[in-house]
């Protein structure tokens, strides 16, 4: 089946002591689609302006990412994050961001979109994710992913948000902000109270943890040697997950949310190897085969 | 089989915003006997004054950890340690540290300890840790834990140490000042060209890592919903692996690492439920079975 993707659709420039990668494909909603590609037919839903490059639909339409709800806005700019990276790579600094076209944009799904069975509300701020869900009209399994900014300055509309979906993802710095519990494990119990059945933390390099009414799971990262950009893995993870989940033939949603998060985690590895999503698309379906495999065998015991 | 264990038996005073702790039972070799000991006989090694509490001695005994190697000094005091933690129980700080008879010790193995087959050097200065080396004949196994303080002021004799020992275990913060390299995928093999054939990285709530010949192991950590405190949570960790290896009939001693590290992980659990070691001596054997076995199930994909 397919997945449906709302978020950011962005230029992301990166900064870094060797250089410059300006103007690269980035937004959650564009690293979530590329990574749920590997798995099922993906519907973007998102806004650019007349300045987003046509290799980038190209790219996007020859994985098999529909584009019938991805706006254009005719004179507007697409929304454009600015990045450096200090010597070690190991910490990022917004230089500027430039909102454009997605400040006053409310998405508007094309018809057929309202029956997608497979939702994935990637990154955006609540208020747009609150727009897609009002429009559906079944969806099977809807997953929303969210940032810090959005717990700084919407939490209302998140808070609403979270009794609309099935599945919430945000990381473990997140997860201690909305519950004010240092504890990652007793937070994910206070983050069901708030509404969602499933609740998903991200750990980065030290995996995941999903917890729900078959109690938790603990899910490894990929090792990686060397991390070139994580820009986006997040989004990957969340996109891997989904897309494996719709790819699914027999079963409920939930079933496959262990080994949908296994799938998410190595696409997520292969973000994370270069910029932007230089890398990910290089990797074929067999390469994620392998990596999963390689972690069945390295968390087996 | 027996398990030797070298390393710090003190006292610890933890004071917390609820009220304090005073000469708790703690050190090293306190956390890692008493961790072995659910798997396997143990002979301890270590130093003591005689302000060491009859009853610690007792508990001990009790517990099948032979004390032929623990030398009491006549008017000595018993290293002992005052910590502090803050209101979140998340931050400690060292209010007071004697050394006490640790200072000019020099461990003398008992003869019969000389061919003791299955050896932990836990933290401890590394130039005790080569004091009991010298003094072995035919070791199977043995497993050396540091810390960040002997990578400042005793780094020669630990670099030495490396070339000593079977597997050493460390911090991931350790890890990287060990190795100057901020992936610790890439640092462990870093360490591994410093001596040890084995590598084991202890990540606290993230679990472990365990690099060898055959490859990486990702273990995860027993998911606590309340961390009381995690003073001897490592030593812990290190005492319940090596205890389960040397209990174990068949098979090489390094093919039971991995279950061992899990087994290591559960101990570790019941020690961040209490002060000191009070959970972790109120827990059964048949407890550990049981968190193994949850740690099965939530790791399963």
């Not at 099977?140 to 209302?156: E, G």
């Not at 969340?238 to 949908?260: E, N």
């Amino acid at each position: 089946m397919s997945v449906l993707v709302v978020g950011t659709t962005a230029l992301d420039s990166i900064s870094t002591p060797k250089g410059s990668n300006p103007r690269l494909l980035g937004g959650s909603a564009s690293h979530a689609a590329v990574a749920a590609s590997f798995f099922s037919p993906v519907h973007l839903v998102g806004v650019v302006g007349d300045d987003f490059p046509t290799r980038y639909l190209d790219l996007f339409s020859s994985r098999g990412i529909h584009l019938a709800g991805l706006e254009r806005v005719k004179g507007g700019q697409t929304f454009h994050w600015h990045g450096e990276y200090e010597v070690n790579m190991n910490n990022r600094r917004t230089l500027n961001t430039v909102l454009g076209v997605i400040e006053h944009w409310s998405p508007k799904l094309p018809g057929a979109y309202e029956t997608a069975p497979y939702v994935l509300l990637a990154n955006i701020a609540p208020g747009i994710q609150h727009a897609v869900v009002d429009q559906l009209t079944r969806p099977k399994f809807v997953i929303a992913d969210t940032m810090d900014l959005w717990l700084n300055v919407a939490l209302k509309d998140l808070l609403r948000l979270l009794k609309r979906v099935d599945c919430l993802v945000l990381n473990d710095g997140e997860a201690r902000q909305l519950t004010q519990d240092d504890n990652v494990v007793s937070a994910l119990h206070r983050i069901h109270r708030l509404g969602p059945k499933y609740v998903i933390i991200k750990k980065g390099e030290h995996g995941s943890l999903l917890s729900g009414p078959d109690g938790l799971f603990v899910a490894p990262a990929y090792p990686l040697k060397k991390v070139v950009d994580p820009t986006g893995a997040g989004d990957s993870f969340v996109g891997g997950l989904l897309g494996y989940m719709a790819a699914q033939k027999s079963g409920s949603p939930a079933s496959h949310l262990r080994r949908g998060m296994i799938h998410g985690a190595v696409v997520a590895s292969f973000c994370c190897e270069g910029f932007g999503l230089k890398r990910t698309i290089q990797a074929t379906r067999a390469d994620i085969t392998r990596r999963v495999r390689e972690l069945e065998k390295l968390a087996r015991f």
